[in-house]
């Protein structure tokens, strides 16, 4: 059975870093493309970060970008996005999802991942 379960959220101040995992089961991590994505209270889910099934190749949404790192280790089936300078409009329910299709030359938007976790709540606060 295919999985993703999202792990490392939690409560953090303003200007802090949290590195979230996501791990997967039941395929094989290399055949997919991951993406971050979030949604925060009364707003869409939106796009957060997105990786190739190579790890090669990487977008971020112009709102983390030079703050968020995404990265994937293959040994290990899992997928990280290491979050800093952490504001409070980044708080959100993140979730982590798979795609066949993804590629660099799509945006890194929600239609095309067919697998999703259940997500790990971010909140940044003082």
């Known amino acids: 059975q295919l999985q993703l379960v999202e792990s490392g959220g939690g409560l953090v101040q303003p200007g802090g870093s949290l590195r979230l995992s996501c791990a997967v089961s039941?395929?094989?991590?290399?055949?997919?493309?991951i993406g971050w994505f979030r949604q925060a209270p009364g707003k869409e889910r939106e796009g957060v970060s997105c990786?190739?099934?190579?790890?090669?190749?990487?977008k971020y949404a112009d709102s983390v970008k030079g703050r968020f790192t995404i990265s994937r280790d293959s040994a290990k089936n899992t997928v990280y996005l290491q979050m800093a300078s952490l504001k409070p409009e980044d708080t959100a329910i993140y979730y982590c999802?798979?795609?066949?299709?993804?590629?660099?030359?799509?945006?890194?938007?929600?239609?095309?991942?067919?697998?999703w976790g259940q997500g790990t709540q971010v909140t940044v606060s003082s």
């Open positions: 999802a798979a795609s066949r299709v993804w590629t660099l030359s799509r945006l890194c938007r929600s239609d095309g991942f067919s697998f």
């Open positions: 039941g395929f094989t991590l290399d055949n997919y493309a």
């Open positions: 990786i190739t099934r190579s790890g090669l190749g990487t």
